[in-house]
T-cell receptor, first 114, second 114 residues
Framework: EAGVAQSPRYKIIEKRQSVAFWCNPI?????LYWYQQILGQGPKLLIQ????????DSQLPKDRFSAERLKGVDSTLKIQPAKLEDSAVYLC????????????FGPGTRLTVT | AQSVSQHNHHVILSEAASLELGCNYS??????LFWYVQYPGQHLQLLLK??????LVKGIKGFEAEFIKSKFSFNLRKPSVQWSDTAEYFC????????????FGKGTKLSVIP
């Protein structure tokens, strides 16, 4: 079974630039999550999708972050404009359903904002 | 809001030593508890989980964890560690019947010396 795919694996940008990350969940997984993991901390949920609808985006900084999952499969997370404090690993995870609990994580995208 | 505390930032053990990593959460109601592990260069993966029933949970690779409700704790244990257990370990919690948001601790880095 293929795992959660993410790209790119690494990205370096300057502050005020924009960046986008892509995630393809495990086939058949209805729920998709984006997390931000800052160095030295645990992952923090940014947004959760159930199919193509948003379940929880309470911790997403909506003035600069946006995410979509238009066809209920893959998803993109965008930051525009980026700030220095956005430097982190962005993790995508998926699970079979909203109540299944077990989440499978991708390898992450390491973003460095200079 | 719920929070998860992991008391040890970095633990260094020799092979065959016993391991116990502490995890405490702050929520008085129903909880589901998890330990995730991230081996060097790999993505987060589930080590074990507690939903209900026997408070002593066994996971992969000889790990176990004990849920002690009165202490709000879910400590991870292994009687004899191996060099291959070198990794970062994250405790996480989902609280309540309607919330499926994973809240992670800051993680504990385990280094096992051969």
């Amino acid at each position: 079974e293929a795992g959660v795919a993410q790209s790119p694996r690494y990205k370096i940008i300057e502050k005020r630039q924009s960046v986008a990350f892509w995630c393809n969940p495990i086939s058949g997984h209805a729920t998709l999550y984006w997390y931000q993991q800052i160095l030295g901390q645990g992952p923090k949920l940014l947004i959760q999708f159930q199919n193509n609808g948003v379940v929880d985006d309470s911790q997403l900084p909506k003035d600069r972050f946006s995410a979509e999952r238009l066809k209920g499969v893959d998803s993109t997370l965008k930051i525009q404009p980026a700030k220095l404090e956005d430097s982190a690993v962005y993790l995508c995870a998926s699970s079979l359903g909203h109540k299944t609990y077990e989440q499978y994580f991708g390898p992450g995208t390491r973003l460095t904002v200079t | 809001a719920q929070s998860v505390s992991q008391h040890n930032h970095h633990v260094i053990l020799s092979e065959a030593a016993s391991l116990e990593l502490g995890c405490n959460y702050s929520y008085g109601g129903t909880v589901n508890l998890f330990w995730y592990v991230q081996y060097p260069g790999q993505h987060l993966q589930l080590l074990l989980k507690y939903f209900s029933g026997d408070p002593l949970v066994k996971g992969i690779k000889g790990f176990e964890a004990e849920f002690i409700k009165s202490k709000f704790s879910f400590n991870l244990r292994k009687p004899s560690v191996q060099w291959s257990d070198t990794a970062e370990y994250f405790c996480a919690v989902i609280t309540g019947a309607g919330s499926y948001q994973l809240t992670f601790g800051k993680g504990t880095k385990l280094s096992v010396i051969p």
